[in-house]
């Protein structure tokens, strides 16, 4: 496709300040037009324009004006004297429309994979169909090299910028720079070993490369165990991997034991170890008959495991529609409100996730123990763990940068499927196949972590929920793909903006950043009795920070608006002690204005 | 004036502590005020993590009045124990009112020192009591030498005539009505104050007819001059000619305070329409047995029914229902320009929380510690709230036992959750306030009215002691703490309101236009005549007692009305020192955790958690102050800045969650988790190898 030669002016974002619409045209649908799967996106576009009036919710005010279908976008211009004088929304992230025509006129109900809700009332029966049809053969466009990243070009970002931020080598060397007992094995450079990890993986210096692609060939997806977190204090190490091929004929592998002891004999002599298996005892020997299974204790010797269910996939993913179901009703009363809560079990996996970590970390921390922790495919649940039980114990991933690199490192590049993940959020009509929300779930756990420990995390809820949205729909390409050989096929690392060049920008980070940090040397425990944990939702006392409801100018996608949290961000107002907050955010950074100090003294009039 | 009843020596008690039992050996003791227990090593219970020490009440004592119940364990069988005891357990368990559990191991006890022990507690916390025998009465006497400072300090007692006119001139309400002493010496009625407030035009020689009944008593006028009134209903009555002599009453009452000056009156019948106390009663014992749990296995267990659990008690549904109420009348006030006339039949229940919870979100005044302690006074000691009966301190009924108050408290304690920088109190306060409904050397709640509390004030002494006993009022936090301690119960976010100096016209001015603000909706409050009519009769119908019940006529219209001022209101960003609403939807009515949760270990987050925010605030708030001082140095800064508030917050670096209590808990760092966690890692391993073994034979 001629999409290499798009010019970088395709997108609205450099178009002046007050766009009409004759010239909105003339920058978005000119000369060489990004084409889907052979198929134009005009093609696809059966209205341009018509008039039309946006309902965005209980708080905001409509806006009324010239709505327009792009490739990539739906807009809304309200004409040159209103602000803000443009509205847009990326078409990928609807997640389900709804059409109703009356008389002649027609609504069209948008259910974001943001969570938002919005209405568009919209002026004429043939308008409003051709512009339902065309958002909906618009926003399900699978092609990812046709997708808005690869046109994204921001002012003020250079491309290939941050892509070299957080790959496994960095956190080699800060590896190596404690122990000599691991490697950095690039046997996986081709992707042939293991087409979901990445090039470079870390390993014991005591296996090679060829030791590699026999245990790689004994698990599934070729996920053989690797180093995931190295705990210094302790000495001991998080490792990670798919279940182990043992199939019915309760098959071994010699090299996949050998890596294991290996693990062992490098952490200190009598070492113990432990294999955290993500399901339950039963499914993990169910698992058996279709080619899967689990160590046999025989062979292992030294490594013991533990079955700590967690739920993934459909039944994840059911409990996020429920959720939703819960937060969108208008009138909660308060006894609906508990029982469906309840019923949704959402917060029991947010409680099951924490506990499992906190066992992890707890193994590591307390019983000096070396930890293994797999599913079945290991690019779920697995993640969910091993990153959580870093950010417990690991005070650097705790920080701004060190955050994003557990991202990068642990979800990124260790090869969980965004794209299939993440390619319906809760509002879809269609039947889920792939999607679950396991990063959501994490990005919870996280949030629970913070609001448990409110100064110990360096990034606030803001950073959460950018990285939520960003993750179903975004114009950086940081999440596109399934794993970092896709990635490598479509060449997003050169042909697509980072989300991390975008967040680090100076002015964003500010809403992002948690005030009141302090850095804390220590494990961090949670507490995972439901009594403790809590509905992703605003608190009068947690971190939210407004985030300021207008968009900047030059990087619309990165104002996160909210901060109610997040499930029910779109159907409640923010919290009105944020205007509070705001102070406390003037007092905490140096960015102080006149008149905003909390004491009386402060008004003291100059004599 | 504290005396030993009995003892039992060499009592195990047990504490829980990383999910393994640890005992302390010590004595059991039984006074005329609490149960104690005297730890043998004296050392290991009284260490220094008890920054935020009670001076009245310790660690392991338990007031008589605080008990709630008691079990006993035989032969790992736990049964409630009351009455006469044929057989005496081995454990002794003993729930708290304010949640705290105790277990003490009576193994190793000689066994007639456990009859003694167990019987003694048993007789003395279940048993009924006079009045009389109250230990509040011993101890004023035993204590008389001690010079108690002056309640006016800590607030409005409400019990002279001159504390009623300033209130009325504090609230620009002495237009209207009038403060009257007709019932000095409870002449007229023993459930009335001494000294209340009518509106101006009411006969005095009206009061008496009926008792007091039938009265509208004033309780607050808003700045817009529209009051909130309440009124007991009249008896009930079958005799036609009686009922007719009522009718002609009330509408000789409804005559005089419907006329203007005054607004039209809406009444709000609280005994119908609304919750009963029955309601109150069995929402809270359940909830409680949430909280109250002998163990961890028992605490994790809890953990998958733990939302469905907290539903089925319904408590947060029904401070839901109260605060919805609050809202509503305020929408009258505020919005409707009408007086709210509070009916119930004693108006001392329901009249005293939703009238209380009102004026906290009204008026700011009562937003200070100075001012709730004063709204305390006012609407629930000297309003007549029955305390004595309410809490059952006397154990004479388990029925009158209705836990009104508390449930004012958490309503009040939703409003600082939801609002913190807008109260001068913090949750901490609350608590400890909750707390001290059960300490008998407090007056404050040991009284059903202000007559009972007058006539038994040492009256009857004869010769000597002839001058009125001295009793202690809650107010007077230095009684129960230290200085340094009192200073947890002082929100650092809150802002005083800026004082107006005569060279700041610019902030009267603004402070007129922020009361104004508010969506007052003048063209509704135009008097229709027919709506005066209905509301007329039905006001009598209600008073009559034929209470044609659910004939809210305007229900529907309310409703929207109430959305409206409620949504306008939400819209805006809030004033600390103006109106202040709570959020309602049903995922904002959270659990007290301070109060339910302190004393379970596992609720709580090591160095983490709300008190670690604040404490960072305060630091960050102070550095800010410093800094402020350095510039303003030469103009030597008339204020003193309190840098030392909260010292104690800042002095511990790790610090828990649920702060200041959870103290009994030794400080670990380890984590908590379930007992199915890495404790419970033997069965697990039992679990795989079994599994193995099954793999084996398999293979086999």
């Given at each position: 496709a001629g999409v290499a030669s798009c010019p970088a002016n395709s997108c609205p974002f450099r178009s002046p300040r007050s766009p009409r619409l004759t010239l909105l045209e003339s920058v978005l649908l000119p000369g060489p037009r990004p084409t889907a799967g052979g198929m134009e996106f005009s093609e696809l576009i059966r209205t341009g324009q018509a008039q039309a009036e946006l309902l965005r919710g209980p708080e905001m005010p409509p806006l009324r004006g010239t709505l327009c279908v792009t490739g990539h976008h739906l807009l809304l211009s309200p004409g040159?004297?209103?602000?803000?004088?443009?509205?847009?929304?990326?078409?990928?992230?609807?997640?389900?429309?709804?059409?109703?025509?009356?008389?002649?006129?027609?609504?069209?109900?948008?259910?974001?994979?943001?969570?938002?809700?919005?209405?568009?009332?919209?002026?004429?029966?043939?308008?409003?169909?051709?512009?339902?049809?065309?958002?909906?053969?618009?926003?399900?466009?699978?092609?990812?090299?046709?997708?808005?990243?690869?046109?994204?070009?921001?002012?003020?970002?250079?491309?290939?910028?941050?892509?070299?931020?957080?790959?496994?080598?960095?956190?080699?060397?800060?590896?190596?720079?404690?122990?000599?007992?691991?490697?950095?094995?690039?046997?996986?450079?081709?992707?042939?070993?293991?087409?979901?990890?990445?090039?470079?993986?870390?390993?014991?210096?005591?296996?090679?490369?060829?030791?590699?692609?026999?245990?790689?060939?004994?698990?599934?997806?070729?996920?053989?165990?690797?180093?995931?977190?190295?705990?210094?204090?302790?000495?001991?190490?998080?490792?990670?991997?798919?279940?182990?091929?043992?199939?019915?004929?309760?098959?071994?592998?010699?090299?996949?034991?050998?890596?294991?002891?290996?693990?062992?004999?490098?952490?200190?002599?009598?070492?113990?170890?432990?294999?955290?298996?993500?399901?339950?005892?039963?499914?993990?020997?169910?698992?058996?008959?279709?080619?899967?299974?689990?160590?046999?204790?025989?062979?292992?010797?030294?490594?013991?495991?533990?079955?700590?269910?967690?739920?993934?996939?459909?039944?994840?993913?059911?409990?996020?529609?429920?959720?939703?179901?819960?937060?969108?009703?208008?009138?909660?009363?308060?006894?609906?409100?508990?029982?469906?809560?309840?019923?949704?079990?959402?917060?029991?996996?947010?409680?099951?996730?924490?506990?499992?970590?906190?066992?992890?970390?707890?193994?590591?921390?307390?019983?000096?123990?070396?930890?293994?922790?797999?599913?079945?495919?290991?690019?779920?649940?697995?993640?969910?763990?091993?990153?959580?039980?870093?950010?417990?114990?690991?005070?650097?991933?705790?920080?701004?940068?060190?955050?994003?690199?557990?991202?990068?490192?642990?979800?990124?590049?260790?090869?969980?499927?965004?794209?299939?993940?993440?390619?319906?959020?809760?509002?879809?009509?269609?039947?889920?196949?792939?999607?679950?929300?396991?990063?959501?779930?994490?990005?919870?756990?996280?949030?629970?972590l913070g609001r448990q420990f409110p100064l110990s995390l360096e990034f606030g809820e803001g950073m959460l929920l950018a990285l939520f949205d960003h993750s179903y729909a975004s114009p950086f390409g940081t999440f596109?793909?399934?794993?970092?050989?896709?990635?490598?096929?479509?060449?997003?690392?050169?042909?697509?903006?980072?989300?991390?060049?975008?967040?680090?920008?100076?002015?964003?980070q500010r809403k992002l950043r948690n005030p009141l940090y302090v850095p804390n040397p220590l494990a961090i425990w949670p507490s995972v009795e439901p009594q403790s944990l809590r509905l992703w939702q605003g608190d009068p006392l947690s971190l939210l920070l407004p985030g300021g409801v207008l968009p900047s100018a030059q990087l619309p996608y990165l104002s996160s608006s909210s901060s109610s949290g997040l499930f029910l961000r779109w159907t409640h107002p923010p919290e009105p002690s944020e205007v509070a907050w705001e102070k406390v955010w003037q007092i905490a950074t140096d960015q102080k204005t006149e008149g905003s100090q909390p004491t009386d003294s402060a008004s003291q009039p100059q004599p | 004036g504290e005396q030993l009843l009995c003892e039992a020596s060499t009592v195990l008690k047990c504490v829980q502590e990383d999910s393994c039992q640890r005992g302390i050996y010590g004595r059991l003791v039984c006074t005329d005020f609490k149960?104690?227990?005297?730890?043998?090593?004296?050392?290991?219970?009284?260490?220094?993590?008890?920054?935020?020490?009670?001076?009245?009440?310790?660690?392991?004592?338990?007031?008589?009045?605080?008990?709630?119940?008691?079990?006993?364990?035989?032969?790992?069988?736990?049964?409630?124990?009351?009455?006469?005891?044929?057989?005496?357990?081995?454990?002794?368990?003993?729930?708290?009112?304010?949640?705290?559990?105790?277990?003490?191991?009576?193994?190793?006890?000689?066994?007639?020192?456990?009859?003694?022990?167990?019987?003694?507690?048993?007789?003395?916390?279940?048993?009924?009591?006079?009045?009389?025998?109250?230990?509040?009465?011993?101890?004023?006497?035993?204590?008389?030498?001690?010079?108690?400072?002056?309640?006016?300090?800590?607030?409005?007692?409400?019990?002279?005539?001159?504390?009623?006119?300033?209130?009325?001139?504090?609230?620009?309400?002495?237009?209207?009505?009038?403060?009257?002493?007709?019932?000095?010496?409870?002449?007229?009625?023993?459930?009335?104050?001494?000294?209340?407030?009518?509106?101006?035009?009411?006969?005095?020689?009206?009061?008496?007819?009926?008792?007091?009944?039938?009265?509208?008593?004033?309780?607050?006028?808003?700045?817009?001059?529209?009051?909130?009134?309440?009124?007991?209903?009249?008896?009930?009555?079958?005799?036609?000619?009686?009922?007719?002599?009522?009718?002609?009453?009330?509408?000789?009452?409804?005559?005089?305070?419907?006329?203007?000056?005054?607004?039209?009156?809406?009444?709000?019948?609280?005994?119908?329409?609304?919750?009963?106390?029955?309601?109150?009663?069995?929402?809270?014992?359940?909830?409680?047995q949430l909280f109250l749990i002998d163990n961890s296995t028992e605490f994790w267990d809890t953990d998958i029914k733990w939302f469905s659990l907290l539903e089925s008690s319904s408590w947060l549904d029904i401070i839901r229902r109260c605060l919805k109420k609050a809202i509503e009348i305020i929408e009258c006030l505020e919005a409707q320009n009408m007086n709210v006339l509070l009916l119930e039949e004693n108006a001392s229940d329901l009249c005293c929380l939703v009238s209380s919870l009102v004026q906290v979100m009204m008026d700011p005044h009562c937003r200070t510690r100075?001012?709730?302690?004063?709204?305390?006074?006012?609407?629930?000691?000297?309003?007549?709230?029955?305390?004595?009966?309410?809490?059952?301190?006397?154990?004479?009924?388990?029925?009158?036992?209705?836990?009104?108050?508390?449930?004012?408290?958490?309503?009040?304690?939703?409003?600082?959750?939801?609002?913190?920088?807008?109260?001068?109190?913090?949750?901490?306060?609350?608590?400890v306030l909750s707390d001290s409904?059960?300490?008998?050397?407090?007056?404050?709640?040991?009284?059903?009215?202000?007559?009972?509390?007058?006539?038994?004030?040492?009256?009857?002494?004869?010769?000597?002691?002839?001058?009125?006993?001295?009793?202690?009022?809650?107010?007077?936090?230095?009684?129960?703490?230290?200085p340094k301690a009192q200073t947890l119960l002082k929100n650092p976010l809150y802002v005083e309101k800026p004082k107006l100096d005569k060279g700041q016209r610019k902030g009267t001015h603004f402070k007129h236009q922020r009361q104004l603000s508010l969506p007052l909706t003048q063209s509704k409050s135009s008097p229709k005549r027919g709506f005066f009519r209905e509301e007329t009769d039905h006001l009598i119908k209600n008073l009559l007692g034929k209470r044609i019940s659910k004939l809210i006529n305007s229900s529907e219209e309310l409703q929207d009305n109430f959305r409206e001022f409620y949504d306008s209101w939400r819209s805006k960003p809030p004033n600390y020192h103006g109106l202040l609403l709570p959020h309602i939807e049903g995922p904002e009515i959270k659990v007290w955790a301070q109060r339910y949760l302190r004393w379970i270990p596992e609720a709580q987050i090591l160095g983490g958690g709300r008190v670690a925010t604040l404490s960072k605030l305060l630091e960050t708030m102070e550095e800010v102050q410093r800094l402020q001082e350095k510039i303003e140095e030469r103009h030597h800064s008339q204020e003193a800045l309190q840098a030392e508030a909260a010292s104690l917050l800042r002095t511990s670096a790790r610090l828990s969650s649920l702060f200041p209590f959870a103290l009994l808990q030794r400080h670990s760092s380890k984590p908590v988790l379930p007992t199915s966690g890495w404790k419970a890692l033997g069965d697990e391993e039992d679990l795989a190898k079994r599994e193995d073994e099954f793999v084996d034979l398999g293979d086999v």
């Open positions: 040159p004297q209103a602000t803000p004088d443009l509205w847009l929304l990326l078409l990928r992230s609807v997640d389900s429309i709804e059409k109703r025509v009356a008389g002649d006129a027609g609504t069209i109900t948008l259910r974001c994979k943001d969570l938002r809700v919005l209405q568009l009332d919209i002026e004429g029966v043939e308008a409003t169909l051709d512009i339902a049809r065309s958002i909906e053969a618009l926003s399900s466009l699978e092609s990812v090299i046709t997708s808005f990243p690869f046109f994204y070009r921001p002012k003020g970002l250079r491309l290939g910028e941050a892509w070299h931020f957080h790959p496994p080598e960095r956190y080699y060397k800060r590896i190596a720079r404690e122990t000599r007992a691991w490697r950095l094995s690039e046997a996986n450079e081709d992707f042939s070993l293991c087409p979901s990890y990445p090039r470079a993986v870390i390993v014991p210096r005591a296996v090679d490369d060829d030791a590699l692609a026999r245990s790689a060939r004994f698990r599934q997806g070729g996920r053989f165990p690797v180093l995931s977190y190295y705990h210094a204090p302790r000495g001991t190490v998080l490792l990670r991997s798919s279940q182990p091929l043992t199939g019915p004929q309760k098959l071994r592998c010699a090299e996949d034991e050998e890596l294991l002891r290996a693990v062992l004999a490098e952490a200190r002599p009598g070492a113990r170890g432990f294999i955290v298996d993500t399901r339950s005892a039963q499914a993990a020997k169910q698992a058996r008959m279709t080619g899967g299974g689990t160590e046999a204790k025989a062979a292992y010797p030294g490594w013991k495991r533990l079955h700590r269910p967690l739920e993934r996939g459909r039944p994840l993913q059911e409990s996020f529609v429920r959720l939703m179901e819960a937060c969108g009703d208008p009138e909660q009363s308060m006894d609906r409100w508990l029982s469906r809560l309840d019923g949704c079990r959402w917060l029991s996996h947010v409680k099951e996730a924490l506990s499992t970590a906190c066992l992890a970390a707890q193994g590591m921390e307390w019983e000096g123990a070396c930890i293994l922790v797999h599913g079945a495919e290991g690019t779920d649940s697995t993640l969910l763990v091993t990153s959580l039980a870093q950010l417990i114990l690991d005070p650097l991933s705790r920080t701004m940068a060190g955050f994003q690199e557990l991202i990068e490192r642990e979800w990124i590049q260790a090869g969980h499927p965004f794209q299939l993940r993440c390619a319906h959020s809760a509002f879809s009509h269609t039947r889920p196949k792939h999607e679950a929300p396991i990063f959501l779930l994490f990005l919870d756990c996280v949030w629970q596109l793909c399934n794993s970092e050989k896709e990635r490598c096929l479509c060449e997003v690392r050169t042909r697509t903006h980072s989300l991390w060049s975008g967040l680090n920008q100076p002015k964003e | 149960i104690a227990f005297l730890g043998d090593d004296e050392s290991a219970l009284d260490n220094d993590e008890t920054q935020f020490k009670n001076k009245v009440i310790g660690e392991n004592d338990i007031t008589l009045h605080c008990v709630d119940q008691i079990y006993g364990v035989f032969d790992e069988k736990k049964k409630t124990l009351f009455g006469q005891l044929k057989k005496y357990p081995e454990k002794l368990i003993i729930h708290c009112k304010d949640l705290r559990v105790f277990h003490f191991c009576l193994r190793y006890t000689k066994e007639e020192e456990v009859k003694r022990i167990v019987s003694g507690i048993i007789h003395h916390t279940q048993a009924p009591k006079l009045l009389k025998r109250l230990f509040l009465f011993s101890y004023a006497t035993a204590a008389q030498n001690h010079t108690a400072t002056d309640p006016k300090n800590h607030a409005v007692m409400f019990d002279t005539l001159q504390d009623w006119c300033w209130e009325l001139e504090r609230t620009k309400g002495n237009m209207k009505y009038k403060a009257v002493s007709v019932n000095e010496g409870y002449k007229v009625c023993e459930r009335l104050p001494a000294y209340f407030v009518v509106p101006t035009p009411l006969p005095e020689e009206d009061v008496p007819r009926f008792h007091g009944h039938g009265i509208p008593i004033w309780c607050w006028s808003c700045h817009s001059g529209c009051a909130l009134l309440k009124m007991s209903a009249l008896p009930k009555e079958q005799d036609d000619g009686v009922l007719q002599i009522q009718k002609n009453f009330l509408d000789g009452i409804y005559k005089t305070i419907h006329r203007p000056p005054y607004e039209i009156v809406k009444t709000e019948d609280l005994s119908s329409n609304f919750l009963s106390l029955q309601e109150i009663q069995t929402a809270y014992s359940k909830f409680k100075f001012g709730f302690q004063s709204l305390v006074q006012k609407e629930w000691i000297v309003g007549g709230h029955c305390f004595l009966d309410r809490c059952n301190h006397l154990r004479q009924s388990d029925k009158e036992e209705v836990p009104v108050f508390l449930l004012f408290l958490d309503c009040v304690w939703q409003l600082v959750h939801q609002h913190p920088p807008a109260f001068e109190f913090t949750e901490t306060y609350l608590t409904l059960y300490i008998p050397i407090f007056s404050t709640f040991f009284f059903n009215s202000p007559h009972q509390k007058d006539t038994n004030m040492g009256r009857e002494g004869q010769g000597a002691q002839s001058k009125p006993l001295n009793l202690l009022t809650v107010w007077d936090w230095s009684v129960q703490f230290e």
